[in-house]
Nanobody, 124 residues
Framework: QVQLVESGGGEVQPGGSLRLSCTAP????????VGWFRQGPGKEREGVSC????????RYADSVKGRFTISKDRAKNTVYLQMNSLKPEDTAVYYC?????????????????WGQGTQVTVSS
């Protein structure tokens, strides 16, 4: 199991922006895909975005394409999720996760280690 730590959540108004961070103390994220997932009230966990840090390949859910950007800072061993043009339906607990494979995925069972999540609330 890999310890993952998310940060950057909060409450913003519709149209606002937030940047989430995911780091893994004592573990190099470089070789394995890192995904962001979210679970809203009464909803199932869904894949939002994923990156293969070493190769740079990315994947996005249709619901966030053009608004969210995933990126990595290999020197800081951190993966970011920049969220722009936020909508109330983006309200959820956001989790980062990693899998023992460099290939990107938005399927939760593909991932073996999970952070504890960070709350994002979009409300006027």
């Amino acid at each position: 199991q890999v310890q993952l730590v998310e940060s950057g959540g909060g409450e913003v108004q519709p149209g606002g922006s937030l940047r989430l961070s995911c780091t893994a103390p004592g573990f190099t994220l470089d070789y394995y895909a890192v995904g962001w997932f979210r679970q809203g009230p009464g909803k199932e966990r869904e894949g939002v975005s994923c990156i293969s840090p070493r190769y740079g390949s990315t994947r996005y859910a249709d619901s966030v394409k053009g608004r969210f950007t995933i990126s990595k800072d290999r020197a800081k061993n951190t993966v970011y999720l920049q969220m722009n043009s936020l909508k109330p339906e983006d309200t959820a607990v956001y989790y980062c996760a990693t899998r023992g494979d460099w290939r990107t995925s938005l399927v939760a069972p593909d991932f073996t280690s999970w952070g504890q999540g960070t709350q994002v609330t979009v409300s006027s």
